[in-house]
């Protein structure tokens, strides 16, 4: 086992307690799915739930640090220079329909950087976390982006809208946060989308940096219409160029 910080170790702790419920929640879906009231309600309360133990857990360790969050929005605490960024359940139309593949995603911005990221999925018991200068991991294994230089032996991952279908061969997985995990540990090649939200993306940014990956620029003080892409070196520019405009 790596050494991880203090901020990591709180990061992990909190994204394994609020699983449980969430692990117990998509348990549930299948029976909601042939309810009248219908899945939808149920799947906004889980992710609020969700929210809340995170949050709860990340205050008792830091009770200064901002928070931002897909349904609690901003909140600027004293300390605005550190800043959690929380996604409770990132793939909640999966999540709605019973599909096993969603995560927890958890980031520390600070001072307009993402130094810690982690990104948890449930139901597989998947977890990836990353630190600035300490690596990638994957439950506890060192991961690095994949090794490919062909193009045409590459997946990508993307879940942009169909306006301009590039002639590459890709997924939409409907999981922004587990697509950049699984760039990171190569089990993807790359990844674009645009039109994401900051919360969706921040863990992945230091995860693929840290596994060895290349990302375009992007301006962490805005929250959403990002646009990522994300590949190792070796397939950057041959990706970039494929996508031209994108």
Not at 70 to 85: A, L, M, R, Y
Not at 128 to 134: L, V
Not at 176 to 190: E, H, I
Not at 201 to 224: Q, R, T, Y
């Amino acid at each position: 086992m790596n050494s991880i910080s203090p901020n990591l170790n709180v990061m992990i702790k909190a994204s394994e307690k609020a699983s449980k419920i969430l692990i117990r929640d998509f348990g549930e879906v299948e029976k909601l799915q042939v309810s009248k009231k219908g899945p939808k309600d149920f799947v906004t309360n889980a992710d609020l739930k969700t929210e809340k133990i995170l949050i709860e857990e990340l205050k008792k360790a830091k009770p200064h640090f901002s928070i931002i969050s897909e349904e609690n929005g901003v909140e600027n605490n004293k300390d605005k220079k550190n800043t959690w960024i929380i996604d409770p359940i990132d793939g909640t139309i999966n999540f709605l329909h019973g599909i096993p593949h969603f995560a927890i995603s958890i980031a520390l911005k600070s001072n307009d950087e993402i130094i810690s990221g982690l990104v948890f999925d449930p139901i597989k018991n998947e977890m990836f976390y990353a630190e600035k200068n300490n690596g990638a991991y994957f439950n506890n294994q060192r991961i690095r982006v994949s090794k490919k230089r062909e193009i045409d032996s590459c997946l990508f991952a993307t879940g942009s809208k169909a306006e301009n279908e590039l002639d590459l061969p890709h997924r939409k997985s409907g999981c922004a946060a587990l697509d950049m995990a699984y760039v990171a540990s190569g089990r993807y090649d790359g990844y674009y989308q645009k039109n994401l939200n900051l919360w969706d993306i921040a863990a992945g940014i230091i995860l693929i940096k840290e596994a060895g990956g290349l990302l375009n620029e992007i301006d962490l003080s805005i929250n959403e219409n990002i646009k990522i892409i994300a590949s190792s070196a070796d397939i950057n520019a041959k990706l970039l160029k494929k996508l031209g405009n994108f």
